[in-house]
Protein backbone atom coordinates (compact mmCIF):
# COMPACT_ATOMS: atom_id res chain seq x y z
CA UNK A 1 0.00 0.00 0.00
CA UNK A 2 2.83 2.59 0.77
CA UNK A 3 5.01 1.80 -2.63
CA UNK A 4 1.09 2.54 -4.12
CA UNK A 5 0.61 5.69 -2.44
CA UNK A 6 3.82 7.06 -2.57
CA UNK A 7 3.99 6.28 -6.98
CA UNK A 8 1.21 8.94 -7.13
CA UNK A 9 -0.54 6.89 -10.15
CA UNK A 10 -3.62 5.37 -9.96
CA UNK A 11 -2.44 2.58 -12.92
CA UNK A 12 -1.72 -0.81 -12.11
CA UNK A 13 2.06 -1.33 -13.21
CA UNK A 14 2.00 -4.74 -15.43
CA UNK A 15 3.45 -7.77 -14.18
CA UNK A 16 6.72 -9.09 -16.11
CA UNK A 17 6.85 -12.25 -14.98
CA UNK A 18 8.79 -14.66 -18.71
CA UNK A 19 7.28 -18.33 -18.47
CA UNK A 20 9.47 -20.98 -17.17
CA UNK A 21 8.48 -23.19 -20.59
CA UNK A 22 9.26 -19.93 -22.91
CA UNK A 23 12.92 -21.51 -23.31
CA UNK A 24 11.63 -24.69 -24.38
CA UNK A 25 9.02 -23.71 -26.80
CA UNK A 26 10.00 -25.67 -29.69
CA UNK A 27 11.50 -28.61 -27.68
CA UNK A 28 8.07 -29.00 -26.50
CA UNK A 29 6.54 -28.62 -29.76
CA UNK A 30 8.22 -31.02 -31.18
CA UNK A 31 7.44 -33.57 -28.27
CA UNK A 32 3.86 -32.66 -28.96
CA UNK A 33 4.35 -34.12 -32.18
CA UNK A 34 5.83 -37.38 -31.17
CA UNK A 35 3.85 -37.96 -28.35
CA UNK A 36 0.35 -37.60 -30.54
CA UNK A 37 -0.79 -34.23 -28.46
CA UNK A 38 -0.51 -35.79 -24.83
CA UNK A 39 0.52 -33.73 -22.55
CA UNK A 40 1.31 -35.59 -19.66
CA UNK A 41 3.41 -37.69 -21.63
CA UNK A 42 5.29 -34.28 -23.04
CA UNK A 43 5.72 -33.32 -19.09
CA UNK A 44 7.19 -36.64 -18.35
CA UNK A 45 9.95 -36.35 -21.13
CA UNK A 46 10.61 -33.05 -20.33
CA UNK A 47 11.35 -33.92 -16.43
CA UNK A 48 13.37 -37.09 -18.09
CA UNK A 49 15.89 -34.20 -19.81
CA UNK A 50 16.20 -32.07 -16.96
CA UNK A 51 13.55 -29.78 -17.58
CA UNK A 52 12.14 -28.22 -14.20
CA UNK A 53 8.23 -27.59 -15.01
CA UNK A 54 5.20 -28.45 -13.43
CA UNK A 55 2.37 -29.74 -15.35
CA UNK A 56 -0.46 -26.75 -14.88
CA UNK A 57 2.34 -24.39 -15.99
CA UNK A 58 3.23 -26.45 -19.27
CA UNK A 59 -0.60 -26.47 -20.21
CA UNK A 60 -1.76 -22.66 -19.67
CA UNK A 61 1.73 -22.33 -21.90
CA UNK A 62 0.66 -24.76 -24.77
CA UNK A 63 -3.04 -22.92 -24.13
CA UNK A 64 -1.74 -19.29 -23.99
CA UNK A 65 -0.09 -19.83 -27.15
CA UNK A 66 -2.21 -22.33 -29.23
CA UNK A 67 -0.07 -25.09 -28.97
CA UNK A 68 -2.08 -28.82 -29.90
CA UNK A 69 -5.18 -27.31 -29.92
CA UNK A 70 -7.03 -24.43 -31.27
CA UNK A 71 -8.32 -21.63 -29.88
CA UNK A 72 -11.90 -21.49 -29.00
CA UNK A 73 -14.08 -20.16 -31.92
CA UNK A 74 -16.99 -17.18 -31.13
CA UNK A 75 -20.48 -18.51 -31.87
CA UNK A 76 -22.84 -17.34 -34.14
CA UNK A 77 -26.05 -15.31 -33.46
CA UNK A 78 -28.90 -14.89 -35.76
CA UNK A 79 -31.93 -12.09 -35.42
CA UNK A 80 -35.26 -14.06 -36.81
CA UNK A 81 -38.05 -11.98 -37.51
CA UNK A 82 -41.73 -13.54 -36.85
CA UNK A 83 -42.43 -15.93 -39.36
CA UNK A 84 -39.36 -15.96 -41.56
CA UNK A 85 -37.85 -19.00 -40.52
CA UNK A 86 -38.66 -22.87 -39.13
CA UNK A 87 -35.92 -24.94 -39.19
CA UNK A 88 -36.51 -28.95 -39.13
CA UNK A 89 -34.13 -31.89 -38.26
CA UNK A 90 -34.06 -35.54 -37.56
CA UNK A 91 -32.21 -37.09 -34.48
CA UNK A 92 -31.45 -40.79 -33.11
CA UNK A 93 -32.56 -41.89 -29.90
CA UNK A 94 -33.68 -44.76 -27.59
CA UNK A 95 -37.10 -45.18 -26.17
CA UNK A 96 -38.45 -47.55 -23.83
CA UNK A 97 -41.87 -49.27 -26.21
CA UNK A 98 -43.51 -52.30 -24.87
CA UNK A 99 -40.81 -53.41 -22.37
CA UNK A 100 -38.05 -52.95 -24.60
CA UNK A 101 -35.36 -49.86 -25.22
CA UNK A 102 -35.46 -49.34 -29.44
CA UNK A 103 -34.07 -46.81 -31.43
CA UNK A 104 -36.37 -44.20 -32.50
CA UNK A 105 -36.36 -41.47 -35.36
CA UNK A 106 -37.22 -38.27 -33.59
CA UNK A 107 -38.33 -35.26 -36.44
CA UNK A 108 -38.65 -31.58 -35.19
CA UNK A 109 -39.50 -28.11 -35.84
CA UNK A 110 -39.25 -24.92 -34.44
CA UNK A 111 -40.11 -21.64 -35.66
CA UNK A 112 -37.21 -19.45 -34.89
CA UNK A 113 -38.74 -16.52 -33.69
CA UNK A 114 -41.27 -17.59 -31.06
CA UNK A 115 -39.28 -21.21 -30.24
CA UNK A 116 -42.56 -22.91 -30.29
CA UNK A 117 -41.35 -26.90 -31.05
CA UNK A 118 -43.07 -29.48 -32.28
CA UNK A 119 -41.60 -33.00 -32.26
CA UNK A 120 -42.86 -36.77 -33.12
CA UNK A 121 -41.41 -40.06 -32.85
CA UNK A 122 -41.00 -43.22 -35.58
CA UNK A 123 -39.26 -46.50 -36.23
CA UNK A 124 -38.08 -45.08 -39.30
CA UNK A 125 -37.94 -41.55 -40.88
CA UNK A 126 -38.19 -41.38 -44.72
CA UNK A 127 -39.78 -39.10 -47.72
CA UNK A 128 -43.48 -40.25 -46.95
CA UNK A 129 -43.03 -40.10 -42.99
CA UNK A 130 -41.87 -36.32 -43.45
CA UNK A 131 -44.26 -35.40 -45.45
CA UNK A 132 -46.56 -37.01 -42.84
CA UNK A 133 -44.59 -35.11 -39.92
CA UNK A 134 -44.73 -31.64 -41.71
CA UNK A 135 -48.27 -31.87 -42.41
CA UNK A 136 -48.82 -32.72 -38.67
CA UNK A 137 -46.34 -30.38 -37.52
CA UNK A 138 -47.86 -27.45 -39.70
CA UNK A 139 -51.51 -28.20 -38.63
CA UNK A 140 -50.21 -27.74 -35.09
CA UNK A 141 -48.60 -24.36 -35.47
CA UNK A 142 -51.50 -22.98 -37.69
CA UNK A 143 -49.65 -22.26 -40.40
CA UNK A 144 -45.92 -22.13 -41.97
CA UNK A 145 -42.70 -19.25 -41.93
CA UNK A 146 -41.68 -18.50 -45.47
CA UNK A 147 -38.49 -20.71 -45.03
CA UNK A 148 -37.76 -24.49 -43.78
CA UNK A 149 -34.55 -24.69 -42.90
CA UNK A 150 -33.01 -28.10 -43.06
CA UNK A 151 -29.27 -29.64 -42.99
CA UNK A 152 -29.07 -31.38 -46.40
CA UNK A 153 -30.59 -34.17 -45.82
CA UNK A 154 -31.31 -36.61 -48.44
CA UNK A 155 -35.12 -36.92 -47.65
CA UNK A 156 -35.15 -33.36 -49.33
CA UNK A 157 -32.23 -32.67 -51.13
CA UNK A 158 -32.29 -34.03 -54.89
CA UNK A 159 -28.67 -32.23 -55.83
CA UNK A 160 -26.32 -29.99 -54.58
CA UNK A 161 -26.06 -28.49 -50.74
CA UNK A 162 -25.65 -24.97 -48.98
CA UNK A 163 -27.07 -22.57 -51.37
CA UNK A 164 -26.89 -24.97 -54.45
CA UNK A 165 -28.96 -27.05 -52.84
CA UNK A 166 -32.62 -28.14 -55.38
CA UNK A 167 -35.10 -29.95 -53.42
CA UNK A 168 -36.25 -32.94 -54.85
CA UNK A 169 -39.55 -32.07 -57.01
CA UNK A 170 -42.21 -34.08 -55.01
CA UNK A 171 -40.79 -32.44 -51.57
CA UNK A 172 -40.49 -28.94 -53.49
CA UNK A 173 -44.37 -29.14 -54.50
CA UNK A 174 -45.04 -30.20 -51.00
CA UNK A 175 -43.55 -26.99 -49.78
CA UNK A 176 -45.50 -25.17 -52.52
CA UNK A 177 -49.21 -26.54 -51.50
CA UNK A 178 -47.97 -24.86 -47.91
CA UNK A 179 -46.61 -21.92 -48.87
CA UNK A 180 -42.99 -21.92 -47.90
CA UNK A 181 -39.72 -23.14 -49.47
CA UNK A 182 -36.62 -25.71 -48.25
CA UNK A 183 -33.42 -24.15 -47.93
CA UNK A 184 -30.15 -25.67 -46.44
CA UNK A 185 -27.31 -24.49 -44.71
CA UNK A 186 -23.77 -25.15 -45.36
CA UNK A 187 -21.69 -28.23 -44.83
CA UNK A 188 -20.24 -27.74 -40.91
CA UNK A 189 -22.42 -24.57 -40.19
CA UNK A 190 -24.06 -26.28 -37.08
CA UNK A 191 -24.89 -23.02 -35.64
CA UNK A 192 -27.48 -22.08 -38.44
CA UNK A 193 -29.83 -24.37 -37.19
CA UNK A 194 -29.03 -24.00 -33.37
CA UNK A 195 -33.22 -23.26 -33.11
CA UNK A 196 -33.84 -27.31 -33.98
CA UNK A 197 -30.34 -29.00 -32.46
CA UNK A 198 -30.46 -27.71 -29.23
CA UNK A 199 -34.12 -28.93 -28.36
CA UNK A 200 -32.66 -32.44 -29.11
CA UNK A 201 -30.89 -33.09 -25.87
CA UNK A 202 -33.58 -31.26 -23.79
CA UNK A 203 -35.80 -34.21 -25.19
CA UNK A 204 -33.64 -37.07 -24.84
CA UNK A 205 -32.63 -35.88 -21.31
CA UNK A 206 -36.13 -34.76 -20.35
CA UNK A 207 -38.96 -36.82 -22.26
CA UNK A 208 -37.88 -40.20 -23.22
CA UNK A 209 -35.67 -40.25 -19.55
CA UNK A 210 -37.92 -42.59 -17.45
CA UNK A 211 -40.87 -42.66 -19.25
CA UNK A 212 -42.03 -46.14 -21.13
CA UNK A 213 -44.84 -46.35 -24.08
CA UNK A 214 -47.26 -48.65 -24.79
CA UNK A 215 -46.66 -48.15 -28.49
CA UNK A 216 -45.76 -45.50 -31.06
CA UNK A 217 -49.24 -44.19 -30.90
CA UNK A 218 -48.76 -44.04 -27.30
CA UNK A 219 -45.52 -42.15 -27.48
CA UNK A 220 -46.49 -39.46 -30.10
CA UNK A 221 -49.86 -38.43 -27.98
CA UNK A 222 -47.40 -37.94 -24.96
CA UNK A 223 -45.21 -35.91 -27.09
CA UNK A 224 -48.22 -33.67 -28.42
CA UNK A 225 -48.91 -33.25 -25.04
CA UNK A 226 -45.41 -32.53 -23.96
CA UNK A 227 -45.13 -29.71 -26.53
CA UNK A 228 -47.76 -28.07 -25.42
CA UNK A 229 -46.36 -27.98 -21.44
CA UNK A 230 -42.72 -27.03 -22.61
CA UNK A 231 -44.53 -24.23 -25.23
CA UNK A 232 -46.58 -22.86 -22.08
CA UNK A 233 -43.32 -22.58 -20.09
CA UNK A 234 -41.89 -19.40 -19.33
CA UNK A 235 -38.47 -18.79 -20.19
CA UNK A 236 -36.44 -16.46 -18.55
CA UNK A 237 -34.20 -15.55 -21.34
CA UNK A 238 -37.25 -15.04 -23.97
CA UNK A 239 -38.87 -12.99 -20.98
CA UNK A 240 -42.23 -15.35 -21.09
CA UNK A 241 -43.19 -18.21 -23.20
CA UNK A 242 -43.18 -19.49 -26.42
CA UNK A 243 -46.70 -19.35 -26.50
CA UNK A 244 -46.65 -15.66 -25.56
CA UNK A 245 -44.25 -14.97 -28.28
CA UNK A 246 -46.17 -17.22 -31.01
CA UNK A 247 -49.43 -15.07 -30.58
CA UNK A 248 -47.29 -11.96 -31.69
CA UNK A 249 -45.87 -14.26 -34.52
CA UNK A 250 -48.95 -16.08 -35.72
CA UNK A 251 -50.46 -13.67 -37.56
CA UNK A 252 -46.82 -13.34 -39.98
CA UNK A 253 -47.16 -17.25 -40.85
CA UNK A 254 -48.56 -18.10 -43.92
CA UNK A 255 -52.01 -20.11 -43.64
CA UNK A 256 -52.92 -23.32 -44.03
CA UNK A 257 -54.54 -24.27 -47.23
CA UNK A 258 -58.44 -24.49 -47.19
CA UNK A 259 -57.93 -28.35 -47.91
CA UNK A 260 -54.61 -30.24 -46.72
CA UNK A 261 -55.17 -33.53 -48.53
CA UNK A 262 -54.21 -36.52 -46.51
CA UNK A 263 -50.38 -37.79 -47.02
CA UNK A 264 -50.43 -41.16 -48.60
CA UNK A 265 -47.76 -43.52 -50.47
CA UNK A 266 -48.64 -46.02 -53.38
CA UNK A 267 -47.80 -49.57 -53.11
CA UNK A 268 -48.84 -52.69 -55.49
CA UNK A 269 -48.94 -56.32 -54.21
CA UNK A 270 -50.29 -59.72 -55.18
CA UNK A 271 -52.34 -61.59 -52.46
CA UNK A 272 -51.10 -64.62 -51.38
CA UNK A 273 -51.97 -68.21 -51.43
CA UNK A 274 -53.72 -67.15 -47.72
CA UNK A 275 -55.28 -63.91 -48.65
CA UNK A 276 -53.20 -61.54 -47.24
CA UNK A 277 -50.72 -58.47 -48.23
CA UNK A 278 -47.58 -57.85 -47.05
CA UNK A 279 -46.46 -54.74 -45.94
CA UNK A 280 -43.31 -53.43 -44.01
CA UNK A 281 -43.50 -56.87 -42.97
CA UNK A 282 -46.62 -56.90 -41.59
CA UNK A 283 -49.84 -58.81 -43.26
CA UNK A 284 -53.30 -57.37 -43.54
CA UNK A 285 -56.06 -59.85 -44.46
CA UNK A 286 -58.28 -59.22 -48.07
CA UNK A 287 -61.37 -60.85 -49.00
CA UNK A 288 -60.34 -64.23 -50.18
CA UNK A 289 -61.96 -64.38 -53.46
CA UNK A 290 -58.76 -61.96 -54.40
CA UNK A 291 -56.39 -64.77 -54.03
CA UNK A 292 -53.87 -64.13 -57.14
CA UNK A 293 -54.94 -60.53 -57.78
CA UNK A 294 -52.65 -57.09 -57.94
CA UNK A 295 -54.12 -54.78 -56.02
CA UNK A 296 -53.34 -50.96 -55.12
CA UNK A 297 -52.22 -50.66 -51.41
CA UNK A 298 -52.65 -46.99 -50.34
CA UNK A 299 -50.42 -46.34 -47.20
CA UNK A 300 -51.76 -43.36 -44.90
CA UNK A 301 -50.42 -41.83 -41.18
CA UNK A 302 -52.66 -44.54 -39.35
CA UNK A 303 -54.47 -46.49 -42.20
CA UNK A 304 -53.67 -49.71 -45.16
CA UNK A 305 -56.40 -49.28 -47.62
CA UNK A 306 -56.27 -51.52 -50.73
CA UNK A 307 -57.76 -51.11 -53.97
CA UNK A 308 -58.91 -53.14 -56.33
CA UNK A 309 -58.93 -50.12 -59.36
CA UNK A 310 -61.39 -47.57 -57.65
CA UNK A 311 -63.16 -50.25 -55.51
CA UNK A 312 -62.19 -50.13 -51.77
CA UNK A 313 -61.53 -54.13 -51.12
CA UNK A 314 -60.20 -53.65 -47.30
CA UNK A 315 -58.89 -51.52 -45.16
CA UNK A 316 -56.94 -51.53 -41.66
CA UNK A 317 -55.48 -49.79 -38.60
CA UNK A 318 -51.52 -49.11 -39.35
CA UNK A 319 -49.57 -51.66 -37.42
CA UNK A 320 -45.87 -49.01 -36.82
CA UNK A 321 -43.23 -51.07 -35.34
CA UNK A 322 -42.67 -54.22 -33.49
CA UNK A 323 -42.44 -58.04 -34.76
CA UNK A 324 -44.19 -59.40 -37.69
CA UNK A 325 -48.05 -59.07 -36.97
CA UNK A 326 -50.88 -60.75 -38.71
CA UNK A 327 -54.39 -58.23 -39.22
CA UNK A 328 -57.20 -60.86 -39.79
CA UNK A 329 -60.86 -59.50 -40.42
CA UNK A 330 -63.60 -62.25 -39.62
CA UNK A 331 -65.46 -60.49 -42.87
CA UNK A 332 -62.43 -61.36 -45.23
CA UNK A 333 -62.30 -65.51 -44.37
CA UNK A 334 -65.25 -68.17 -45.95
CA UNK A 335 -67.75 -69.12 -43.62
CA UNK A 336 -67.05 -72.78 -42.55
CA UNK A 337 -70.31 -75.20 -42.48
CA UNK A 338 -71.51 -76.41 -38.97
CA UNK A 339 -71.93 -79.92 -39.02
CA UNK A 340 -74.84 -81.01 -36.78
CA UNK A 341 -73.39 -84.07 -34.67
CA UNK A 342 -76.17 -86.96 -35.18
CA UNK A 343 -76.63 -90.05 -32.48
CA UNK A 344 -75.00 -93.13 -33.95
CA UNK A 345 -78.15 -95.59 -34.79
CA UNK A 346 -77.52 -97.53 -31.48
CA UNK A 347 -78.08 -94.63 -29.72
CA UNK A 348 -80.95 -93.79 -31.66
CA UNK A 349 -82.86 -97.11 -31.39
CA UNK A 350 -81.71 -97.40 -27.40
CA UNK A 351 -83.81 -93.99 -27.15
CA UNK A 352 -86.77 -95.26 -28.60
CA UNK A 353 -87.29 -98.10 -26.02
CA UNK A 354 -89.13 -98.03 -22.66
CA UNK A 355 -87.79 -96.40 -19.24
CA UNK A 356 -85.49 -96.59 -18.01
CA UNK A 357 -83.26 -97.29 -21.28
CA UNK A 358 -82.75 -94.33 -23.24
CA UNK A 359 -81.51 -92.60 -19.69
CA UNK A 360 -79.34 -94.96 -19.16
CA UNK A 361 -77.91 -95.04 -22.37
CA UNK A 362 -77.09 -91.11 -22.26
CA UNK A 363 -75.27 -91.57 -18.62
CA UNK A 364 -73.36 -94.74 -20.11
CA UNK A 365 -72.04 -92.03 -23.08
CA UNK A 366 -71.01 -89.86 -21.07
CA UNK A 367 -69.03 -92.65 -18.79
CA UNK A 368 -67.80 -94.07 -21.90
CA UNK A 369 -64.52 -93.12 -23.64
CA UNK A 370 -64.79 -91.67 -26.70
CA UNK A 371 -68.11 -91.32 -28.56
CA UNK A 372 -69.23 -94.17 -26.31
CA UNK A 373 -70.40 -96.17 -29.28
CA UNK A 374 -69.06 -99.81 -28.79
CA UNK A 375 -70.51 -99.55 -25.13
CA UNK A 376 -73.85 -98.27 -26.36
CA UNK A 377 -73.61 -101.10 -29.47
CA UNK A 378 -73.44 -103.94 -26.35
CA UNK A 379 -75.77 -102.30 -24.32
CA UNK A 380 -78.27 -102.54 -27.67
CA UNK A 381 -77.14 -106.08 -28.11
CA UNK A 382 -78.63 -107.00 -24.52
CA UNK A 383 -81.54 -105.90 -25.10
CA UNK A 384 -82.12 -107.87 -28.27
CA UNK A 385 -80.93 -111.19 -26.86
CA UNK A 386 -82.95 -111.01 -23.46
CA UNK A 387 -86.40 -110.55 -22.08
CA UNK A 388 -87.35 -107.14 -21.98
CA UNK A 389 -88.62 -107.24 -18.64
CA UNK A 390 -85.78 -108.54 -17.34
CA UNK A 391 -83.47 -106.26 -19.46
CA UNK A 392 -85.42 -103.32 -17.72
CA UNK A 393 -85.65 -104.39 -14.10
CA UNK A 394 -81.56 -104.63 -14.04
CA UNK A 395 -80.86 -101.53 -15.73
CA UNK A 396 -83.21 -99.78 -13.24
CA UNK A 397 -81.12 -101.25 -9.80
CA UNK A 398 -78.31 -100.52 -12.32
CA UNK A 399 -79.39 -96.89 -12.69
CA UNK A 400 -80.23 -96.85 -8.98
CA UNK A 401 -76.46 -97.45 -7.96
CA UNK A 402 -74.48 -95.93 -10.91
CA UNK A 403 -73.54 -99.11 -12.05
CA UNK A 404 -72.02 -98.78 -15.49
CA UNK A 405 -70.12 -102.05 -15.79
CA UNK A 406 -71.77 -103.96 -18.71
CA UNK A 407 -70.54 -107.30 -17.43
CA UNK A 408 -72.31 -106.79 -14.48
CA UNK A 409 -74.95 -105.40 -15.82
CA UNK A 410 -75.04 -108.75 -17.75
CA UNK A 411 -74.66 -110.90 -14.55
CA UNK A 412 -77.64 -108.63 -12.87
CA UNK A 413 -79.99 -109.91 -15.99
CA UNK A 414 -79.07 -113.30 -15.98
CA UNK A 415 -79.65 -113.27 -12.04
CA UNK A 416 -83.26 -111.75 -12.50
CA UNK A 417 -83.58 -114.49 -15.41
CA UNK A 418 -83.18 -116.85 -13.69
CA UNK A 419 -85.24 -116.08 -10.50
CA UNK A 420 -88.44 -115.17 -13.10
CA UNK A 421 -88.37 -117.56 -15.97
CA UNK A 422 -86.41 -120.44 -14.35
CA UNK A 423 -88.57 -121.75 -10.90
CA UNK A 424 -88.82 -125.24 -10.99
CA UNK A 425 -92.05 -126.97 -9.61
CA UNK A 426 -92.04 -127.29 -5.59
CA UNK A 427 -88.85 -125.21 -5.04
CA UNK A 428 -91.31 -122.35 -4.26
CA UNK A 429 -92.89 -124.33 -1.55
CA UNK A 430 -89.49 -125.27 -0.22
CA UNK A 431 -87.95 -122.01 -0.14
CA UNK A 432 -91.37 -120.49 1.86
CA UNK A 433 -90.89 -123.91 4.34
CA UNK A 434 -87.46 -122.37 5.06
CA UNK A 435 -88.47 -119.18 5.78
Same mark, same amino acid.
Given at each position: ?32 ? =? ?11 ? !? ?8 ? *????F? =? ?13 H ?15 ? $? ?42 A ?54 ? #???V ?24 R ?51 V ?5 L ?34 ? #???K ?12 G ?10 ? @?????? !????M ?16 ? $? ?16 ? !? ?27 ? @??D??V???? *? ?7
Amino acid at each position: MRKVLSSGTPDVPPLERPSKAQPHREQIVELLA =RCKGNLVRVHEEL !EAQGVSLSYP *ALTAFC =RRHSIGHEPPRPAGHYDFGPGQEMQHDTSPH $RARIAGTDKRVETASVVLCYSRMIFFQCYPAFNRFDCKVFLTDALTYLQGSARVCMIDNTHLVVASGTGRDMVPAPEMAAFADRFGFVFRAHEKGDANR #SARVERPFRFIEGNFLAGRSFDDFDDLNRQARDFCDKVNARTRRHLHGSARELFAAERDHLRPLPPFVPEVYQLHHRIVDVEGYLNLHRHRYSVPYALIGRRLEIRETKDRIDAYQGPRLVA #SHRKVTGGPSVRVTLPGHRPRRAKREAK @APPEEQ !ELLQMEPPLPEYATQLKRHSAG $RGTLALRRLLALGREYPR !EAVTKAVATALEYGLFDLERLERLILRTI @AKDYFVLPGT *ADTDSDDE
